[in-house]
């Protein structure tokens, strides 16, 4: 069974989605079923069959976020240090051309989010990234051609 490594904060987001589905989506959607039945004809009721394909979507969401949840590996990025770049790592980076500076949390695969600046530990950039320092250039092979980025600083917060 192939764990997925996770941090604290994306496990405790997994866990916070499941509990909603659990304990919200899926009652929610039990009782729009019951008042749908009770408008009688079940093979005309248009809300009796949306909700019956919701519960269907939830249900699946449940049985995928219980098995990542289960197969979830959490790492704690505070009890992480150094200055070397691995799972975790809060890096700042600097672009060689545009001296652009871009910041980047390198989280698992489940949790990456590029809008609140978290990639994915198997992204090209991360993968470019890990193992090396603070002072090191890296060539990332990006969608529009080869970046050169300077790790300027490495945290684990």
Do not use: C
């Amino acid at each position: 069974m192939e764990k997925f490594p996770m941090t604290l904060g994306g496990y405790q987001k997994l866990e916070a989605d499941l509990k909603k589905l659990k304990n919200e989506e899926r009652p929610a959607v039990i009782q729009a079923i019951a008042e749908a039945r009770a408008h009688g004809d079940l093979s005309e009721n248009a809300e009796y069959h949306a909700a019956k394909e919701r519960q269907g979507w939830i249900e699946s969401q449940i049985l995928d976020l219980e098995d990542k949840y289960t197969r979830a590996e959490v790492i704690d990025v505070a009890s992480l240090n150094g200055e070397t770049v691995k799972f975790g790592a809060t890096v700042t980076l600097i672009d060689e051309d545009t001296e652009e500076e871009k910041v980047w949390q390198i989280v698992g695969d489940l949790e990456a989010d590029v809008k609140q600046r978290k990639i994915s530990i198997s992204s090209p950039i991360a993968r470019a990234l890990i193992g090396k320092s603070v002072g090191d250039s890296v060539e990332v092979q990006a969608p529009g051609g080869t970046r050169a980025y300077e790790i300027e600083k490495v945290v684990f917060k």
